[in-house]
Nanobody, 118 residues
């Protein structure tokens, strides 16, 4: 099973930046791709950014142009560079793996809190 640990969250003022990291450890026979989700208080968990099997990154409309997804395969780490942060970006941010093939589970990290004040 793959374990995920997020870090880099914190409190910033609107317009500021943060860089989140997610380190993956363990093994999955199915392979996996990674993505970022977030959950604001009282709301459901939503997709933020991810990468597909072809290496193409995608973003939700709400963060496009402000957030950048990147990965370092040698370190089994993905990053989320967040610029021009807004109060509505306040949420718990989670890392997730999806299997490339086979009946392997989806894995979630415990999350890292991002708070943006106006």
């Amino acid at each position: 099973r793959v374990q995920l640990v997020e870090s880099g969250g914190g409190s910033v003022q609107a317009g500021g930046s943060l860089r989140l990291s997610c380190v993956a450890s363990g093994y999955s026979p199915c392979g996996y791709i990674m993505s970022w989700y977030r959950q604001a208080p009282g709301k459901g968990r939503e997709f933020v950014s991810g990468i597909d099997s072809a290496g193409t990154t995608s973003y939700s409309d709400s963060v496009k142009g402000r957030f950048t997804f990147s990965q370092d395969n040698a370190k089994n780490t993905v990053y989320l560079q967040m610029n021009s942060l807004k109060p509505e970006d306040t949420a718990m941010y989670y890392c997730r793996t999806d299997p490339l093939l086979g009946a392997c589970p989806i894995n979630w990290g415990r999350g890292t809190q991002v708070t943006v004040s106006s």
